[in-house]
């Protein structure tokens, strides 16, 4: 007989019940001191950098990501481009070789918008015309994700390519919640098998960006400067922070 059961026999339930509990209060003492289990300043409901994403103290840690996919990718940014809301990154990753940028947004009044659309409908967008589209942090705001997909490559010429960034790990847009909504969260599984039912498989590359500790750190409003390089070059698969899709319309075969 063991000691549990020989104390549950001898005792009465409630002294039993007594010293159990009395028991599970110093093994969770213990282990907080065992362990180091001190949250110190984290130990808070609210983002210690208040509601903004980390831009009132620096680069925000997602940016960080975005624009290191895209400066990976910066060779396919050329041709006629089409970016969502402004055009500052085919201008900046592109530069001569963007010769013609057109600007896509949902809503009219946008002064850099060349094109107003619903990328889910997208009837008012040409079909094949862009060699490149750069298409960051626009997925998360369509309720009709595969739709959005399907224009893509509809207005994508044969052989151009897409530039996708999407987030893994981030908490809402509370602007873009309230004015259009903010439907979705991706994995690298997740984003592959979205574009691999419209673009073929060995048309489609995924990275993943980010680790526990810029995770914990983003969704607390810290930026980019409140962290070291290696602490933002360091990828865990089981935080995907950010991630980033280049998908390419193949060109007809030859003979079609």
Same mark, same amino acid.
């Given at each position: ?6 104390? #549950? ?13 009395? &028991?599970?209060?110093?093994? =969770? ?5 065992? =362990? ?16 903004? *994403?980390?831009?009132?103290?620096? &680069? ?7 624009? #290191? ?23 900046? *990753? ?5 010769? #013609? ?8 009044? @946008? ?8 990328? $889910?409908?997208?009837? /008012? ?11 960051? /942090? ?18 994508? #010429? ?11 790990? &981030?908490?809402? $847009?509370?602007?873009?919640? @309230? ?6 969260? *991706? ?5 592959? +098998? ?8 060995? /048309?489609?590359?995924? @990275?993943?960006?980010? @680790? ?16 070291? +390089? ?9 935080? /995907?922070?950010?991630?980033?899709? +280049? ?10």
């Amino acid at each position: 007989m063991t000691a549990k059961s020989l104390l #549950k026999t001898v005792l009465p339930s409630f002294a039993y019940d007594w010293l159990r509990s009395r &028991q599970r209060g110093r093994s =969770r003492i213990l282990r907080r001191l065992g =362990r180091g289990a001190h949250l110190g300043g984290l130990r808070r409901r609210t983002p210690v950098g208040g509601t903004g *994403f980390g831009d009132s103290r620096g &680069q925000i840690i997602d940016r960080y990501y975005i624009e #290191k996919f895209l400066a990976a990718h910066a060779g396919d940014v050329r041709g006629r481009v089409l970016e969502f809301g402004d055009d500052s990154y085919a201008r900046r *990753f592109g530069g001569s070789k963007a010769a #013609k940028v057109d600007v896509l947004h949902r809503f009219e009044g @946008n002064p850099h918008a060349t094109i107003v659309a619903d990328l $889910a409908r997208g009837e /008012q967008i040409p079909s094949a015309v862009f060699d490149c589209i750069i298409c960051t /942090q626009v997925l998360l705001l369509i309720y009709d994700v595969p739709a959005a997909i399907r224009t893509l490559h509809r207005i994508l #010429k044969p052989g151009g390519v897409v530039l996708v960034t999407a987030p893994g790990i &981030q908490k809402m $847009a509370r602007g873009d919640m @309230n004015l259009t909504g903010d439907y979705w969260r *991706f994995t690298t599984l997740s984003l592959r +098998r979205l574009f691999e039912e419209v673009f073929p498989g060995e /048309q489609v590359e995924v @990275n993943a960006y980010g @680790n526990v500790l810029t995770a914990i750190a983003f969704l607390h409003g810290f930026a980019v400067e409140d962290l070291r +390089r290696e602490d933002l070059e360091y990828y865990d698969p089981d935080f /995907q922070v950010s991630i980033g899709l +280049r998908a390419v319309k193949p060109l007809p075969r030859s003979g079609s």
